[in-house]
């Protein structure tokens, strides 16, 4: 423990030769999402945090005030309350020439601000590191659930001088015990994750997190992590808080082993392409040519992109419209656009999650027919999470009929030459041509994900239309024989006369190069799509893009997996971000 010790030591003095602030490293985490229960990466940028918490003696330089009980130049400021600690941070940073985060009449923070501020709940958790067990803290007894034995060390003890016991080894003081200190975030009961990059917990909300502990917590408390929450307008002798800064971040290290998770073959099926016809680029015109004809399209004028507003719902991660899209000129499609509340850069990339009804993919019962709590097909509220602008569209199956046998025969009667994948790629089009015209989203930056239905409607959409600029595809049976692609909701009867040689290897060609990954479980996909995988990969080559194709078997059967949503998620963030 020398070596540490003596580490944490150097790095504190360091800090407090220049401006009391240790810089922490960005650094990455893996946490289960409180609604999804899906496992993401939450990366934290670097940061700059107050080596000690903020004394008497600093807050009432900058305030003219000490609200504190206990006294004392050198103990740490407490009595006050969230807004007092913003209020601090904006005056301090004015008297230093800098820009300050808050919004005093709001509480809003602008994170492109160089000034002070508060530390996240997740900046604050990188800097404190895991809790050490037998370190030294102003901490309570472990007795102090006994309530005499409470009264009796809250007379006896207090705040006691900042740097009195050794630092962590990131050479911050008391970031257990002494006093609470306030974080910038709401508190969320659900424990979702609102951002992955540089988290700041929920736009709303009633109580802020609050770290720590104080010198009354009890030391049975470690593993709760000392977190906890309390009003803004909430003050104490317990609590008091510590500043932070941004700092530049290091450029993105191009790590290949990235990509080792999504290039797992077995041995069996490392290469061969088995019977699958050979890929060529020069035939790709000639492929999208085919593949048109077998679809089919219906027989209409593209009307002009509009969507009208059914109504809108902010929840706790993002903003949501729930509104119809003209696909045809006398047919409206559901979709749903969630955007993740700000600030955030603008225009936002963009992730695109098909599936029956709009509901499940956002984790919210929207009234559709289909609809399944928040969990692992929750792909558009995970996207929003990711920093994305998610747009759910329906399966016209759910709309253009009482049934599917209906909503097939209203195809029929309508557009005689379209297959329903067919029609969906037009809906996609659509869509696709809509989005285009939105302002605040990036028509460069188009991701498409989707499971089973959806898998089926991603992989034909973005291999028909090259807006979309990223794929995910979760068992949609890569091989035309792997599902039930002649059911005559998807190619019907045209199954049975392809030409010889046709099968979804084609679609990959015309996706290639642009970043494709198919999901499995071993059921629609299994070891066999690898051979769909290798027919693809010498157009990947020949661009220089090896890495833009992959997939990833669970085998854990139909249903995604959380540890495969994360990768699938990871995929897109990866290449839908800059």
């Known amino acids: 423990m020398l070596l540490p010790l003596l580490t944490g030591l150097l790095l504190a003095e360091a800090a407090g030769a220049q401006d009391g602030l240790v810089h922490i490293p960005a650094s990455a985490r893996t946490v289960n999402d409180g609604l999804t229960g899906v496992p993401v990466t939450v990366t934290i940028p670097a940061f700059r945090i107050g080596a000690t918490e903020v004394t008497q003696a600093d807050f009432e330089a900058v305030t003219g005030f000490n609200p504190s009980h206990h006294r004392g130049a050198d103990l740490p400021v407490e009595n006050v309350t969230w807004w007092d600690a913003i209020r601090y941070a904006n005056m301090r940073s004015a008297r230093e020439g800098l820009a300050p985060a808050y919004d005093l009449a709001t509480g809003s923070l602008n994170p492109t601000s160089n000034g002070y501020r508060l530390p996240t709940d997740a900046e604050w958790q990188a800097a404190a590191g895991e809790p050490v067990k037998g370190a030294q803290a102003n901490l309570g007894s472990a007795n102090t659930k006994d309530t005499a034995e409470l009264l009796r060390e809250l007379q006896r003890n207090g705040t006691r001088p900042v740097r009195s016991y050794p630092p962590n080894l990131h050479g911050l ?13 709401f508190f969320d009961p659900a424990n979702a994750v609102h951002r992955m990059s540089g988290p700041r917990g929920p736009a709303a909300g009633v109580n802020r997190i609050i770290r720590g502990g104080s010198f009354l917590s009890t030391v049975s408390s470690w593993g709760r992590g000392y977190r906890s929450s309390m009003p803004p307008d909430h003050k104490s002798r317990f609590t008091g808080f510590r500043i932070a800064r941004g700092a530049a ?12 998770p999504y290039n797992q073959p077995p041995a069996a099926f490392a290469s061969g392409t088995g019977s699958l016809t050979s890929l060529v680029p020069d035939r790709r015109s000639a492929l999208r040519e085919k593949w048109t004809r077998i679809l089919g399209s219906p027989n209409v004028t593209a009307p002009r992109p509009n969507a ?77 999470q990711y920093g994305f602008m998610a747009v759910g569209i329906r399966w016209f199956g759910e709309s253009y009929g009482e049934g599917y046998t209906e909503a097939v025969a209203n195809l029929k009667l309508r557009h005689p030459g379209a297959t329903g994948l067919g029609k969906w790629v037009w809906d996609a089009r659509r869509l696709l041509d809509w989005i285009e015209t939105m302002p605040e989203a990036d028509a460069t930056r188009i991701g498409m994900i989707g499971h089973s239905l959806g898998g089926k409607m991603t992989l034909y959409a973005a291999a028909m239309d090259p807006r979309i600029t990223a794929a995910v595809s979760s068992e949609p049976g890569i091989g035309l024989a792997f599902s039930n692609y002649d059911d005559y909701w998807y190619l019907g009867e045209r199954v049975r006369t392809l030409e010889p040689g046709t099968d979804h290897h084609e679609l990959l060609a015309l996706i290639a190069p642009r970043p494709f990954l198919l999901i499995g479980g071993d059921s629609s ?18 661009a220089g893009r090896p890495e833009q ?18 990768l699938a998620m990871e995929w897109l963030h990866r290449f839908l971000t800059r």
């Not at 008391?174 to 006093?179: A, K, Y």
């Open 308 to 384: 009208r507003l059914l109504a809108s719902h902010r929840e706790t991660t993002y903003t949501g419209r729930l509104m119809l899209l003209q696909v045809e000129p006398d047919y409206w499609e559901k979709i749903h656009v969630m955007t993740p509340h700000g600030p955030h850069a603008q225009p936002l990339p963009v992730v695109i999650v098909p599936y029956y009804d709009v509901d499940t993919p956002a984790g919210t019962n929207l009234g559709g027919r289909n609809f399944m709590p928040p969990g692992v097909r929750s792909f558009a509220l995970l996207a929003v």
């Open 173 to 185: 003081y008391d970031m257990t015990g002494n006093v609470w200190e306030w974080c910038h975030d």
């Open 525 to 542: 996909d299994n070891d066999r799509s690898w051979l769909y995988i290798n027919a693809a990969r010498p157009l990947y080559a020949a």
């Open 249 to 260: 971040e290091p450029a993105r290290l191009n790590n290949a082993a990235w990509y080792a």
């Open 549 to 566: 194709i992959g997939y990833v078997n669970h085998r854990k059967g139909h249903t995604p997996t959380p540890e495969s949503v994360k």
